[in-house]
């Protein structure tokens, strides 16, 4: 079965430091893996994928994630925090279901940026 | 160009009552899905559509639930005899066939009194 842990459900930095969101996950075949954001009262909007190319993923607004699969993680980070970065962060992996492909949604992470 | 659109964006309803909720994914997007989201939580996936194949239902909490999908274009979730435990945000998503990636719609809000 596949499966994604978020492992923080909140996390607080200070404006301009760094943002480290953790997510590990589970799947027993070479998995395709995403970040989303949620900005409050806005819709979902896709940060970055991975899907089997490069290991470090480069996305929107100076985040990226890596993936490490001898360690199951794809955690996201980003080298300053902005306050706009504030938001919920969700960590997704995919998975075929016969002629489907579905995707399994962590729980999520709140980041707040504190001034 | 358009993206994912969704109607209400609100409906406050009474219990017992039925609701529907529309989606019309972004045009030529092959594959559609259903979540809920409720307050504070993850989402949960309900239902997805793939072109002319059958739906994947596994989602579906119960058999109050239900959607249809005309060919490759809009959608209706409904909820029949609402409980206030529906009460959530039904976020509607689209993706080209054998892409994962999803793109979003803004989501309607049901709150069931």
């Known amino acids: 079965a596949q499966s994604v842990t978020q492992l923080d459900s909140h996390v607080s930095v200070s404006e301009g430091t760094p943002v480290l969101l953790r997510c590990n996950y589970s799947s027993s075949y070479s998995p395709s893996l995403f970040w989303y954001v949620q900005h409050p009262n806005k819709g979902l909007q896709l940060l970055l994928k991975?899907?089997?190319?490069a290991t470090l993923v480069k996305g929107i607004n100076g985040f990226e994630a890596e993936f490490k699969k001898s360690e199951t993680s794809f955690h996201l980070t980003k080298p300053s925090a902005h306050m706009s970065d504030a938001a919920e962060y969700f960590c997704?992996?995919?998975?075929?279901?016969?002629?489907?492909?579905?995707?399994?949604w962590g729980l999520g992470t709140s980041l707040a940026v504190n001034p | 160009g358009a993206g994912v659109s969704q109607s209400p964006s609100n409906k406050v309803t009474e219990k017992g009552k039925d609701v529907e909720l529309r989606c019309d994914p972004i045009s030529g997007h092959t594959a559609l899905y259903w979540y809920r989201q409720r307050l504070g939580q993850g989402l949960e996936f309900l239902i997805y559509f793939q072109g002319n194949s059958a739906p994947d239902k596994s989602g579906l909490p119960s058999d109050r639930f239900s959607a249809e999908r005309t060919g490759e274009s809009v959608s209706t979730l409904t909820i029949q005899r609402t409980q206030q435990e529906d009460s959530a945000v039904y976020l509607c998503a689209s993706s080209q066939r054998g892409e994962g990636e999803q793109f979003f719609g803004p989501g309607t809000r049901l709150t069931v009194l």
């Open positions: 997704v992996v995919s998975r075929p279901a016969g002629n489907n492909r579905k995707l399994i």
């Open positions: 991975y899907t089997s190319a």
